[in-house]
């Protein structure tokens, strides 16, 4: 089973739609994120989170929001879909208890398109 | 955001050939990580790198933390068809954030 899950895999929806993308994991980690992937501009980040009560922005939120439901859990909404969020969404986890900068282990993606 | 520059975007290789790709940076970064993508799966990660001057390997590859904390090289030796893939280089330097380069884009030919 995968470490980190992404549902669902694959999405078409129309303009305007509200729309949520889901992550669990099963690693124990405290910290989760929610990035972007487009052609030719590799990730970006969107939001993070490094506990169940910490949420922070990254450098593209404007359009999203988030929940971190329980430490597995952290999901992506797009409260009104627009074509230029048409993307592949990661969601990744990392460690804080190794101290420094732990490498983040991400999920398989969801490709989202938007009409 | 931090601009961080992959090259070269894309290379093609003969099998058995050696790659050499880098990613450069105008900030200064404290972790260096290095991920390969396959077709519909998400990054996973190849090498970590925590120190300036580091040089690790995973196999045939090799990576290495640049001496200004501003760039990382990564050596793929005797290629094979399944080292095609897309390559990310990330870059942190606090609070666990990372920065990625835009992807450096391997096809190997048999």
């Known amino acids: 089973d995968a470490d980190v899950t992404q549902t669902p895999r694959n999405r078409i929806t129309k303009t305007g739609k509200r729309i949520m993308l889901e992550c669990s994991q099963t690693k124990g980690h405290d910290r989760m994120y929610w990035y972007r992937q487009d052609p030719g501009l590799g990730l970006r980040l969107i939001y993070y989170s490094f506990d169940v009560k910490d949420i922070n922005k990254g450098e593209i939120s404007d359009g999203y929001s988030v929940s971190r439901q329980a430490q597995a859990k952290f999901s992506l909404s797009l409260e009104s879909a627009i074509p230029n969020q048409t993307a592949l969404y990661f969601c990744?986890?990392?460690?804080?208890?190794?101290?420094?900068?732990?490498?983040?282990?991400f999920g398989d993606g969801t490709r989202l398109s938007i009409l | 955001g931090q601009q961080l520059n992959q090259s070269p975007q894309s290379m093609f290789i003969q099998e058995g050939e050696d790659v050499s790709m880098n990613c450069t940076s105008s900030s200064i970064f404290n972790t260096w990580l290095w991920y390969k993508q396959d077709p519909g799966e998400g990054p996973v990660l190849l090498i970590a790198l925590y120190k300036a001057g580091e040089l690790t390997s995973n196999g045939r590859l090799t990576a290495q933390f640049g001496i200004t904390r501003k760039d990382s090289f990564l050596n793929i030796s005797a290629s094979i068809p399944s080292d095609v893939g897309i390559y990310f280089c990330?870059?942190?330097?606090?609070?666990?954030?990372?920065?990625f380069g835009s992807g450096t884009k391997l096809n190997v030919k048999p």
């Open positions: 990744a986890t990392s460690d804080s208890s190794g101290g420094g900068n732990q490498p983040q282990h």
């Open positions: 990330a870059g942190g330097y606090n609070f666990n954030k990372f920065y």
